[in-house]
């Protein structure tokens, strides 16, 4: 209980669901710290299937976390994917506020 008198949630109680999936929190791991990648790349970093990714990549971009840009490289379609700003910034907050959550567990 707060000072206040009301109850206190656990931290984890209002973590951006969005983020917090495994699949998707591998995947914004890996835009975090690139201008940008492919749907290769990020198979074969994350393991997850094209169908897997794709579903989750429809979820972040539905959320405004990431932009998709689809382009031809010769004759070749290419599609890269890349954090938006609200994205960015999203998942700042989510690493902020996991590592508070872990901060204050006793070792």
């Known amino acids: 209980m707060s000072d206040d008198g009301s109850v206190e949630l656990h931290p984890l109680a209002d973590i951006n669901t969005i983020i917090h999936a495994p699949a998707r929190l591998m995947v914004l791991t890996y ?11 990020l198979i074969r ?5 094209w169908g897997n990714l794709s579903t989750h990549m429809g979820k972040l971009e ?15 379609p290419h599609t890269s ?3 938006t700003p609200q994205g960015r910034e999203a998942f700042r907050a989510y690493k902020q506020r996991m590592q508070q959550m872990l901060d204050q567990l006793p070792d």
């Open 31 to 41: 835009l975090y710290v690139v201008e940008s990648a492919d749907y290769v790349f």
């Open 45 to 49: 970093l994350t393991g997850l299937s």
């Open 62 to 76: 539905e959320a405004g976390y990431v932009a998709v840009h689809k382009e031809f490289r010769g004759r070749k």
């Open 81 to 83: 994917i890349s954090l």
